[in-house]
Nanobody
Framework: QVQLVESGGGLVQAGGSLRLSCAASGNIFSINDMGWYRQAPGDNRELVAVITSGGNTNYADSVKGRFTISRDNAKNTVYLQMNSLKPEDTAVYYC????????????WGQGTQVTVSS
């Protein structure tokens, strides 16, 4: 089993910054993807950013140039630095770990609220 604990959400004005953290614990294999998804009320959950254990990254078009994902493999922690926040970034942000060993499996955090006021 893997547990994901997120922190760093909150309320910020448009143009401001927040940094989300997600610490993974449990039976973690070294090969995995970690990422962030978000879900606004009435919307589907969508990918924000993902980073592989080798450091390759992928971003949603809506956050490119504003958000940066990084990870510390020694600490099994992934970060999301969010700059130039917009009201449309308001959502619950979920941490995700995709494990490939021994089988493909998705683990999710409990979610952290990010609210951007205009």
């Amino acid at each position: 089993q893997v547990q994901l604990v997120e922190s760093g959400g909150g309320l910020v004005q448009a143009g401001g910054s927040l940094r989300l953290s997600c610490a993974a614990s449990g039976n973690i294999f070294s090969i995995n993807d970690m990422g962030w998804y978000r879900q606004a009320p009435g919307d589907n959950r969508e990918l924000v950013a993902v980073i592989t254990s080798g450091g390759n990254t992928n971003y949603a078009d809506s956050v490119k140039g504003r958000f940066t994902i990084s990870r510390d493999n020694a600490k099994n922690t992934v970060y999301l630095q969010m700059n130039s926040l917009k009201p449309e970034d308001t959502a619950v942000y979920y941490c995700n770990l995709k494990s490939f060993i021994p089988t493909n499996y998705d683990y999710w955090g409990q979610g952290t609220q990010v609210t951007v006021s205009s």
